[in-house]
């Protein structure tokens, strides 16, 4: 399950780099939400990271696991610190598309040409009422 957190902690972006300088690690540039049945849902690609460069995710997919780890045991900030890695190493994301399970294996990259001051490679929010 989810953790409980405050809905002010979530409802604004966290401010955060998409690439570590100091460990060379890169996040897939995600945006995700928590949908009203408490699923951790894709709401955006961030422009030039991996999720959006190499295809496989799409707006509105459902996290199930990544790497093996069911998203449902996490917090969404640990579930953006499972995101990010080594550059150039694989991430495996099983989701679930349309009642469909689905296994997406993504390489992680830097976005090209984007500044290391973006917003986190994992923003999040809950639904919308």
Known sequence: MIANESLDTYSSSLRRSLVDVNSHKVGLGLVLRVNNDGEIVIKELIHGYAAQRQGGLREGDVLVT???????????EEIKNLTFGEEGSLVTIDIRRDGTDQKVTLQRISGAGQSNTLMSSVRSSYAES
């Open 66 to 76: 990544i790497d093996g780890h069911k998203v449902q045991d996490y917090n969404l």
